[in-house]
């Protein structure tokens, strides 16, 4: 198949070693690369009872055929590994350029093994490969180190590397690049932490070979015409991810003080009109014309951001309707290497126990002072920082309010209130990495459409067929804000591949990868009682906005998820079956 | 007739000539969907109508001093 490098980069960081093997192509055909493949290979390497922090863990960078091509929004690459904060599969995505920097540099995947004995960065140039010593970086944040990294390296050069968080091995660090876009979820930033690897630091003079050139531009030309620079689609250039906290407000489901109501008093001042007005700067990913990253900067602080997930976790979540101090808590996240969909969570989450007098932290709802030390605190495990650094379910374990720790599987809820969108509790429920929102969003019908968002009737169908598009679609690899049919998938993957592909096989290859990352959390233990959510949404009725008055039943949830389980084909425990594996061809 | 303002988010702003708000007369009886008529807004390319900060459905019959906010179809989160 073209469009790969047919190369994989295996680094044994222990013995500072190297070897370039064959990518394993028939994998890639039933798996195509990003998410997919990259959750094969660790399925198939990683034994049983991995301890995530032990060096026996992986951590694979994994890009897919399109990555480095002209094909619009290409620009991801996945970073897959067992995540420290669930115990779960981990795959992660991460925008910028270093994608392409891997694939220029010759290759489809780096799979790094082993530890260093001390802290150390790469330098990948082409085929040679340097490990490096990072003292003078250890400890510093992710902003200064990649500053310096790209003074050493040159500015052509793309940088991944963890802050004090991923260093610490806070179970909510991420890995950062181009400063201010990260591999967030799941501790992937303390994976690399643990191997003692602060960057990897990426430069490629080379190419990528597409089956058919011309027909390949015909289509990218004609998709980017017709299909990506619409007025449909243009929201991403003009207000990007922030539209979303006024959406959210008026359908009732903005997170508000850890998930006690769905409508903000103050989210005027967090929605995108008012960062519009702070607006300092565009940006966009490689080869994306859409171009959704928005600079803002308030005072001395200044981000590629904050996203709809940082506003609305961090802003209304924590009761902060002052973007200064949202840009703010952004920043320091983004520096220090923390996860601000966890970190807002978890504070939140203190702030209630504080609220509640379950445990005083000393952060109140709305107080921005003892907010915008948290992060530095989680990052250094100093302080109350150790406790939060804990996560929700960690901190509920020690102190009790396990009812209103918003996570599943030890993963905090991202951005929507699923009592408004009942889609989404079963999303979150059975999501493979505990509660995301990038494995299916079915709020784009419910909360935000004409389906009905009080209802169980056709959620389980929707949830699965939205699990097996984004499963596909992140393994090609592409950005989640281009809402390409499966038929225009295929046709744009046959272009690139050679292959002949149709908008079935892309269906089957979704379902395959949501099934593997299945079947490595049933190796791990993980069956239907770890697919639940947390008991206020069966039981605290929210009290405001459109979805007043709503919880999800907990009889109603169960049923819901049973019928997930049957559509699937799994057993009642949440189980795969061998016939159900070889159908799939797994 | 009555007076409603209509706000339009994202790239959908060209379909007021540039304006992001306008208070515009209608005829009574006018629904959140004929307001998309009306400007020209293919349907498929509105996802979300808010009416006076909440969510509405597109059959909402206006009252004079609505104010309607139309979203652009949103995908990834």
Redesign the interface.
Known sequence: MLGYQNKVLRIDLTNRNKSVEALNMEWAKKYIGGKGLGIKYIYEELKPGTDPLSSENKMILMTGPFTGTTVPCSGKLAIISRSPATGTILDCSIGGHVGAELKYAGYDAMILEGACDSPSYLFLEDDKLQFLSAEGLWGKGAHEVETELQKRHGRDSKVLCIGPAGENLVTMACINSEYYRQAGRGGIGAVMGSKMLKAIVIKGTGGVKVANIGETLNKVNEIMRNDTLTDANLWAYTDGTPMIVDMSQGAGILPTRNFQDGTFEFSAGINSESMQKSRSGKKGCHSCGLGCGNFTKIGDAVVEGPEYETLALCGSNCAIGDLGAVVKFNQLCDDFGVDTISAGNTTAFAMELTEKGIKDFGLQFGDVDAYLAVPEKIARKEGIGAELALGAKGLARKYGGQDFAMEVKGLEFPGYEPRGSWGMGLAYATSDRGACHMRAWPVAQEAYGDVDCFTIEGKAQMVAELQHYNSVKFSTILCDFWALSLDTLAEVLNQVTGESFTAADMEKIGERVTNIARLFNMREGFRREDDYLPNRIFKDALKSGAAAGKTIPKEEFEKMLSEYYTIRGWEADGSISQSKIEELEI | MIKVQVTL??????YLHGEKTKKIDFQEGTSAEDILRELGI?S??C??M?VN???A??SYMLCEGDEV?V???????
Request: charged residues 15%.
């Open positions: 988010i994202g790239s959908l702003y060209k293919p498929e390319y996802s979300f808010m900060g909440l969510k459905p597109r906010v979203f652009p179809l949103v995908s990834g989160g």
